[in-house]
């Protein structure tokens, strides 16, 4: 399973970016899509995910700027941004909970990253 996100960049802060993330591959169901970010020196933590229901979980940090959607035909989550603030400044990472067919137990896969930085 191969998993590329897009999205990054530079923005002000107030400003609003759109991540998005596609899982393609060996794929049978995806169950959990979620985003985590890592600043330097910090752990990697939750930002925000969205089970295979559509149910949602988002950490304090981001709760009421940050949306989290999928297209479950597209294998596909996507994190809108706004109301961006500097210590929202990390490298995203797209997390994918998958299997590749009856039998096989869920696995997660992680993507490459995508560099947000929001300036003050």
């Known amino acids: 399973v191969q998993v590329v996100e897009s999205g990054g960049g530079l923005v002000q802060a107030g400003g609003s970016l759109r991540l998005s993330c596609g899982a393609s591959g060996s794929i049978f169901r995806i169950s959990t899509m979620a985003w985590y970010r890592q600043a330097p020196g910090n752990q990697r933590e939750l930002v925000a995910r969205?089970?295979?229901?559509?149910?949602?979980n988002y950490a304090d940090s981001v709760k009421g700027r940050f949306t989290i959607s999928r297209d479950s035909a597209k294998n596909t989550v996507y994190l809108q941004m706004n109301s961006l603030k500097p210590e929202d400044t990390a490298v995203y990472y797209c997390n994918v909970q998958a299997r590749a067919g009856l039998g096989f137990s869920d696995r997660d896969f992680w993507g490459q990253g995508t560099q947000v930085t929001v300036s003050s």
């Open positions: 969205v089970t295979s229901g559509g149910t949602t």
